[in-house]
């Protein structure tokens, strides 16, 4: 009876430490993953994977302001209008929406500066397909309405700026022992870079090269053919020095 009992116990023993074994290691595993989501990642460390600049299509708008005693564009308007059509040919993605005030003061004088624009994109190449003409009502009648004219583009943005998720003074956070990189560190470059950028696309692969110059290159091979110094002579580079003076 004895040695049962003691069998007995002896197995519940056993069995109570492999449970508290694994317990054990399943709180392991669990601090384990904890110190991981602390400890400082590779977003910590770049700047361009906390604030990436994406590319995305944004609206040029054009506004074109017409008097209400007025039959037609200004000469500086047609200008803007031309120019606003011809950058669409080049970084446009998608058709003109032009939208006009109807119930305005000036309404009469828009609809006739409305049959100009489309003249001056049909001018210019721009096709019938491409051209999306809707009407808007003025919030008031006795206010000076405009025509709206938009195309979407393709842009790069980054950002929102200014956020930020941690404190940058003492704390026992372990990415301030670790003295890395703060979160709005890098954002305002990112988002200067992005707005500055003539062409966005550039941002994701350069552009194909373009053609050599010929003449130019025809020039310094037959100089070298001939034992010449290929190198460009500027006639008045020495002309206008300080030295010169008073001669």
Known sequence: ????????????????????????????????????????????????????????????KLEI????????????QRAEVLAYAQTWREEGTGR????????????????????EVRSILAASGIPAGAVKVQS?????????????????????QAGPCGLWPDDLGTSADRKHFDNVQYWNFGCATQRNLAAMVANPADLVQPRAEDSIYS???????????KGESPATTYPDANKGAISDLGK
């Open 1 to 60: 009876m004895f040695r049962r009992q003691l069998a007995n116990a002896g197995r519940q023993a056993a069995a109570l430490a492999r449970l508290g074994f694994v317990f054990g290691g399943l709180g392991v595993a669990l601090a384990g993953c904890e110190s991981m989501q602390n400890e400082p990642g590779p977003i910590w460390s770049d700047y361009r994977l906390r604030h990436p600049i994406a590319l995305v299509e944004k609206n040029r």
């Open 65 to 76: 302001f017409v008097g209400g005693e007025r039959n037609g564009l200004t000469p500086k």
């Open 96 to 115: 003109f929406v032009i939208e006009h005030p109807v119930n305005a003061r000036n309404g009469r004088a828009a609809a006739i500066a409305l049959g």
């Open 136 to 156: 808007y009502r003025a919030p008031a009648k006795n206010m000076l309405a405009v025509i709206t004219i938009n195309y979407p583009q393709l842009a790069a």
């Open 215 to 225: 003449a130019r290159r025809s020039t310094v091979l037959d100089k070298y053919r």
